[in-house]
């Protein structure tokens, strides 16, 4: 590309992200210059993972993109949590990973590395870069037991059933959710004698005379740690205290992470010197930050019940799943996002549309390699007629990760007149480096997906398509329509004049 616009002309917008903190959006700078460390709660291995649940990591991943299109470095942490979280969010019941052992009779590690791997294998699935690095609970039980016998002192108490903080120890407990009312305190589990509604488990000691597969010794007896004391632990192990942002649903913001934050509270006042001076208002994070949840007309989905929807059951249904990210990418993380069949059918529409637009200008750029460029080299020799939809794309992302405004200059770079094609791919790739729907590698092919339930095979359906051209050329409309019409059952869409010729429809609800 000819140089076409000079370092005067800077694309700079700052980044301004919302802070469930302060309920504001505000400019964001890492504490360590050109380096963010974000956190990011992740699942509970005991079940896979709903779509509900992975919109937290389109999210996430979005946040992550958005700091590498600004030019920073970024260490990611998620965790796997396959101990301690039990079966209510508002610490109450069991443990989900015990329970699940029980009721399938498999052994507790065994269920930990099956949805393990079926969870890694959604997040390759939806585009989303894997983290730099995993950390598992089981993994940090003995800094857990450290960590706790540090705050125990001054903060917790021990009760028949375990160790418990005390909330009230420390300053503004609960600012995160905005205070708590009866409401609130009321989803949490009434402990006899907690000192407070919502006092939290810091360590659970087995019941007497009963033996959990995941249990370990500690100075208040054998048991296992609760769920909020792993993430305190695992982020400070692996990022420090402070570190720039920590993630996750907007169900966290009410119990989980203002539990979390006590902690961290907690062990920065007991061990100031350790990590750091203590400063007013520290959190252990300087932003927190959530995404809204995905809503189901037909009700919400629950693994309790029973009833919700994976990522592979849509696959299975015939839908790509960078659709369902690219569903999740036409909404705002703040806002609900309505699930539907029509909603997902329409974002697998506008994918394939997308993807043959690109396809398009790569026929035209036959021979020449276009890479995702960075942003100084667009900004040195962008096309004049693009150089508004990177200003437009950057002011969106930098604006809180507005990707309902982003995604339509995608569309608006494809259609542009009278720039080289080899031009508009290029400023695509840098779209898609924040967007993550791999528009650049994607083939209209790849987006046929197969539905496990169909009756016919690719190849039987080219054989039908063959005898319906036959059929045509022959003018046996007829037998033309009926071909069609018998393939149109079958879930096939038939489509005249494409050179795809067909592909399959999606079984999806309404």
């Not at 609970?137 to 005390?166: R, W």
């Not at 007497?208 to 995941?214: D, L, S, V, W």
């Not at 539907?340 to 021979?367: F, H, I, P, Y």
Request: aromatic fraction near 8%; proline fraction near 5%.
């Amino acid at each position: 590309m000819a140089g076409r616009m000079s370092d005067d002309q800077p694309i700079a917008a700052p980044l301004r992200l919302f802070n469930s903190l302060t309920r504001a959006i505000a400019p964001f700078a890492p504490i360590e210059d050109g380096h963010a460390r974000v956190y990011s709660c992740g699942p509970t291995v005991y079940n896979y993972a709903h779509i509900g649940n992975l919109r937290a990591y389109v999210f996430t991943d979005t946040l992550r993109r958005a700091l590498l299109w600004k030019g920073l470095a970024v260490t990611h942490i998620i965790n796997i949590t396959d101990v301690g979280h039990l079966t209510s969010d508002a610490d109450a019941g069991d443990d989900k990973m015990e329970a699940a052992a029980r009721a399938s009779a498999q052994s507790i590690w065994d269920i930990a590395a099956h949805y393990t791997q079926a969870f890694k294998q959604n997040v390759a699935d939806l585009n989303i870069i894997a983290p730099s690095e995993w950390t598992v609970a089981t993994d940090y039980v003995p800094q857990m037991i450290a960590f706790a016998e540090k705050i125990a002192p001054d903060h917790c108490y021990e009760l028949d059933s375990g160790l418990y903080f005390d909330s009230s120890s420390v300053p503004d407990y609960g600012a995160l959710a905005g205070g708590r009312d009866d409401a609130a305190h009321a989803r949490i589990d009434p402990v006899a004698g907690k000192r407070n509604p919502s006092d939290f488990a810091i360590w659970r000691k087995s019941p007497p005379g009963e033996q959990r597969q995941m249990e370990w010794d500690s100075p208040w007896g054998k048991g296992a740690p609760g769920w909020h004391l792993e993430c305190s632990v695992m982020s400070q192990a692996r990022l420090g205290q402070p570190f720039d942002i920590h993630t996750g649903g907007i169900d966290h913001r009410e119990i989980h992470h203002p539990n979390e934050i006590a902690q961290n509270q907690a062990f920065h006042v007991c061990c100031g010197p350790e990590v750091g001076a203590v400063e007013a208002g520290f959190t252990g994070a300087r932003w927190w930050m959530h995404n809204n949840f995905l809503v189901d007309r037909q009700g919400k989905m629950s693994k309790s019940k029973g009833g919700f929807t994976t990522l592979f059951s849509l696959i299975d249904a015939g839908v790509h799943p960078l659709a369902y990210r690219l569903l999740c990418l036409g909404a705002h993380y703040r806002s609900e996002l309505e699930f539907s069949g029509d909603n997902l059918a329409a974002a697998l529409t506008r994918l394939k549309r997308l993807v043959m637009g690109v396809e398009g200008l790569k026929s035209r750029a036959e021979g020449v390699t276009w890479q995702s460029p960075r942003l100084d080299y667009l900004r040195a020799n962008l096309h004049p007629k693009l150089t508004p939809l990177l200003e437009q794309f950057d002011a969106a992302i930098s604006d809180d990760l507005m990707t309902p405004r982003a995604l339509p200059l995608l569309e608006e770079a494809i259609a542009v007149k009278k720039v080289p094609a080899d031009e508009k791919l290029c400023l695509i790739a840098a779209f898609d480096q924040a967007l993550g729907l791999n528009l650049l590698s994607l083939a209209r092919a790849d987006l046929r997906v197969r539905p496990k339930d169909a009756l016919l095979t690719a190849d039987q359906v080219d054989a039908e398509l063959e005898r319906r051209s036959a059929a045509r050329a022959n003018k046996d409309f007829a037998l033309s329509d009926r071909i069609r019409d018998e393939l149109v059952a079958q879930g096939i869409e038939v489509m005249d004049g494409d050179p795809l010729r067909w592909d399959w429809r999606p079984a999806l609800g309404a």
